[in-house]
């Protein structure tokens, strides 16, 4: 089972709440460049932050994909969740790939947990970087990097 985590693409930096920053144009060719790492790839779920840069991300992959299915959007995906509380929210695709979109420092965090079984030492993920796990089931510690993108 392959877990991809995104990073939206470069936002505005400011807005009247920080859950409304939008993607820049550079941002969205960002997105589209890292959405085409997952051309071909079974994706059998997209989950999304509710942030609006991180929901422009998830639709710039859907397009360039062909995603037909719904995004599934949580709360539990934004910058200021611990990755422990999203770790435990984390939902497997037997028949395929999971892709989360979200922010730093969650995602950084979260990577290493996977990866490593801890979090005090998150990998540093630009914007729309793509971090490529794979294992057996999410477990902390138990997934493979196979590469950032």
């Known amino acids: 089972m392959r877990v991809w985590l995104l ?13 409304d920053r939008r993607l820049t144009p550079s941002g969205q060719a960002e997105v589209h460049a890292a959405a085409r790492q997952l051309l071909g ?4 779920a997209i989950y999304v932050s509710p942030y609006a840069r991180a929901q422009e991300s998830a639709d710039i992959v859907k397009h ?8 599934i ?5 934004t910058p200021d969740t611990s ?7 984390m939902q497997p695709a037997d028949d395929g790939d999971v892709l989360y979109v979200a922010h730093q ?3 950084g965090a979260l990577s290493a947990l996977l990866v490593h079984g801890e979090s005090s030492r998150p990998f540093a993920l630009s914007t729309a970087a793509l971090v490529e796990l794979e294992g057996d089931a999410i477990l902390a510690g138990g997934m493979r990097l196979n590469g950032i993108h």
């Open 7 to 19: 990073r939206h693409g470069e936002a505005e930096p400011q807005a009247s709440r920080d859950a």
């Open 105 to 107: 420092p969650l995602l």
């Open 83 to 89: 990755p422990t509380s999203t770790f435990s929210q």
């Open 41 to 44: 790839r079974p994706l059998r």
């Open 64 to 71: 360039v994909t062909g995603f037909d299915a719904e995004l």
């Open 73 to 77: 959007t949580v709360a539990w995906l």
